[in-house]
């Protein structure tokens, strides 16, 4: 729809013809889980716009019930069936635009369990219909598969709404784009909210009622959400012989065209371009897809833009948590043999004697050769779609992990610090371009030990005598000048809680001639990877 209300825009007079298999056009799928939680509790605000207001406004011909079944390209014709009487019968096309989304990956169930998606009016329709009838479901148990983004949002909407929980994820951590360290947050506010999570298990069959699943027990369901991922949409450009992307999605080049110079694609279905290494990817984001709608609407209308590529920004909450991405992770550029610096902070969301500030743990990853940006992400409460945002903005731009630091962001107490945490990812990542300070990685931190470097704490006495990573040596900052013979004379690697103390020791250390690296990220950073790697061995599972 972005595309045909961009065109009347361009074009006052052409003929502009929409056909959607569904019954909706234009309705807010991103608010469908919270309409299900009674969060969004009118359902005509879903429905952003109908067949009957796009005529009134934009003059554009909306057939819902009418699925485009072939296309003929070298005559420019479509075959329309309507999906409730099967007629069918032919439309012709000067310019035609693809945009048949994605398709969700269905489990095995069968019919003994309410099951659904969530990704239509129907679906939202389905599901609450089903919790308004079932009053026992108040107290009934779901279970949704699945732990992505919309899986977080239907099990948050279903606790919501008064329901026991129970978690189905296949891999062995919640929100697979993240990296371990990072999904462990995720997981400790899952386990906050009483959810019971199933990681590293699938659901094996369902029979009477009962999933069983493979990690041996089986659950009483009243309701499965099927969340477990999506594919594009292809089969229609398959058929019509257009190029499939090396991502599985419809090739277009950067105005939006597919092989055939006359068919353009768009949306979920539909290949983009990777922003940090060119090739094709998939992303289902509905800004990206509503931009390229838009870039189509250009093309056919003689203004065609580049489609930028994506960087593949998104967040997404879950229980008072904001979770926000961006560009590769380190598992991804691990996986295709890319090295990256990587960078863990742990600021607060505003100046801290300004009441109200919540933590934020971020990471940022730079190529070591260009101190380009690579990726982020950032979970916590307040302030985490702001400084996403600043990233995403900065990669787009250009903007180097260095030159963050130099960024003159808008400080107040109540929104932010004189060093945002902006300002403060850019002066780490100086200090490691500049080789002012190294640092060890959390999963690196075993090996170094393994190696004889030795582990020295310069937290307080008392945060020791409270948490510890073992065989560490305490050395508070403060006493650390007085107590240098305590030492040994061997490569050294401190830390802290979050990292700060940590650099100012390796700073000092350095000076007085010893080698030292500083634990990035602090204990806070080690103590989520260990709790990310203990989860990956064994299968969790949390019961409330």
């Known amino acids: 729809m972005s595309a045909a209300t961009r065109l009347r825009r361009l074009d006052e007079h052409a003929e502009i013809v929409v056909f959607e298999r569904g019954g909706y056009v234009s ?31 934009f003059r554009i011909e909306v057939h819902t019930g009418q699925e485009v079944v072939t296309i003929d390209r070298a005559s420019r014709i479509v075959t329309v069936r309507d999906v409730h009487t099967g007629v069918r019968r032919a439309e012709r096309y000067d310019n035609l635009v693809l945009a048949g989304g994605a398709m969700t990956a269905l489990g095995r169930v069968d019919d003994s369990i309410p099951t659904f998606t969530l990704r239509t009016i129907d679906d939202v329709d389905h599901i609450t219909a089903t919790l308004d009838a079932r009053s026992d479901l108040v107290t009934g148990t779901a279970v949704v598969i699945g732990a992505g983004f919309i899986g977080l949002e239907a099990v948050e909407n279903l606790v919501h709404r008064g329901l026991s929980v129970v978690l189905v994820q296949r891999n062995s951590q919640v929100m697979s784009p993240l990296d371990p360290e990072m999904a462990a947050l995720v997981l400790q506010r899952l386990k906050a909210a009483e959810v019971d999570v199933r990681l590293s298990t699938t659901v094996l069959s369902e029979s009477d009622g009962l999933l069983t699943l493979s990690d041996g027990t089986t659950v009483t369901a009243d309701l499965v959400i099927l969340a477990s991922g999506v594919y594009p949409d292809t089969s229609l450009a398959r058929d019509a012989g257009l190029r ?69 920004t998104s967040i997404v909450g879950l229980f008072d948590l904001t979770i926000g991405m961006l560009g590769w992770s380190e598992h991804h550029l691990v996986a295709a043999g890319r090295p990256a610096r990587v960078i863990h902070t742990h600021p607060d969301s505003h100046a801290t004697y300004y009441p109200g500030a919540d933590q934020m743990h971020i990471k940022l990853l730079v190529d070591p050769a260009t101190d380009a940006i690579l990726g982020a992400q950032i979970i916590g409460g307040a302030g985490v779609d702001k400084r996403i945002d600043i990233l995403a903005t900065a990669m787009a731009g250009g903007i180097t992990a260095s030159g963050l630091s130099r960024l003159e962001l808008a400080y107040a107490p109540q929104y932010g610090s004189a060093k945002d945490p902006i300002n403060q990812l850019g002066y780490v990542a100086d ?45 508070p900052l403060d006493e650390l000048r007085m107590r240098l013979d305590e030492l040994p004379d061997s490569p ?53």
């Open 27 to 57: 309705f807010a799928n991103c608010g469908l889980p919270y309409f299900v939680g009674g969060i969004i509790a009118d359902r005509s605000a879903l429905l952003l716009q109908t067949p009957q207001s796009l005529a009134a406004r």
């Open 244 to 312: 499939i992307g090396e991502s599985g999605g419809i090739w277009v080049d950067a105005q939006q065209r597919t092989s055939d110079e006359h068919v353009f694609a768009v949306g979920d279905g539909t290949e983009k371009t990777d922003a940090v290494d060119g090739r094709g990817t998939l992303v289902t984001m509905a800004g990206l897809a509503n931009r390229h709608g838009r870039a189509a609407a250009d093309t056919i209308a003689g203004v065609p833009t580049d489609a930028a590529p994506s960087l593949r």
């Open 431 to 475: 200090n490691l371009a500049h080789g002012t300070v190294t640092s060890v990685q959390w999963h690196e931190l075993d090996a170094a030990v393994e190696r004889g470097e030795t582990l020295v704490d310069v937290r307080s006495a008392a945060e020791f005598a409270v948490e510890s990573i073992p065989g560490a040596l305490n050395i």
């Open 492 to 544: 050294l690697v401190v830390h802290c809680k979050v990292g700060q103390r940590g650099h100012t020791a390796a700073r000092l250390l350095s000076q007085y001639g010893f080698v030292v690296r500083n634990l990035d990220g602090g204990y806070l950073t080690w103590a989520a990877g260990r709790t990310a790697t203990e989860s990956a061995l064994q299968p969790e599972r949390i019961t409330p």
